[in-house]
């Protein structure tokens, strides 16, 4: 099932492919005597969730694996959720922010350092978003990544934290 899950999320079946991970996903915790999981498996789920619309199933997925076992890939795609959902009912900045705080604190990267600034875009905080943002190109920039799709992303984010505008897109479908 997890394979099914993958070739159908490289295919652009996104749905499909979360209901493969949600059966594999069974099937591991069935099995599994102290009840853990793979985490590549609930991301893989949980991404699959949101590329797919299914946005509060993704929540709800990346909340139990976060609170279940504080892995730090789980609060990272949760913020990164809460930050940027296009479904307000899903969104909540001011969790965002401090999910996004605590991963910072633990392990600086860029993409916690985007998370951060989608973050503080979400709550109004655009100046402190956008100077994050250009730290990040900076960053980037010093070590060879200024070029390509993510690179062109980081640059329409910062864009957007100039206009004063939040980021609605948790992930890219690419």
């Not at 099932?1 to 996104?14: K, P, V």
Request: neutral net charge; contains cysteine.
């Amino acid at each position: 099932h997890a394979s099914l899950g993958h070739l159908l999320g490289r295919g652009g079946a996104f749905s499909a492919a979360a209901d493969a991970f949600g059966r594999a996903l069974k099937l591991v915790r069935a099995q599994a005597s102290d009840g853990r999981v793979d985490s590549e498996l609930v991301l893989g789920h949980a991404t699959a969730l949101i590329l797919s619309e299914r946005y509060g199933e993704a929540r709800a997925v990346l909340e139990q694996a976060s609170s279940a076992f504080g892995d730090l890939a789980f609060k990272h795609a949760l913020a990164r959720l809460l930050a940027t959902c296009p479904d307000h009912s899903v969104r909540d900045g001011e969790r965002a922010t401090r999910l996004a705080e605590q991963v910072m604190n633990r392990q600086l990267t860029l993409q916690h350092a985007e998370t951060m600034a989608m973050a503080l875009a979400e709550v109004g905080r655009f100046d402190e978003a956008l100077a994050l943002q250009n730290r990040v190109l900076d960053q980037a920039r010093r070590g060879g990544h200024d070029s390509g799709s993510e690179h062109s992303e980081r640059l329409s984010r910062a864009r957007a934290y100039q206009e004063h505008r939040p980021i609605r897109a948790p992930w890219s479908q690419e």
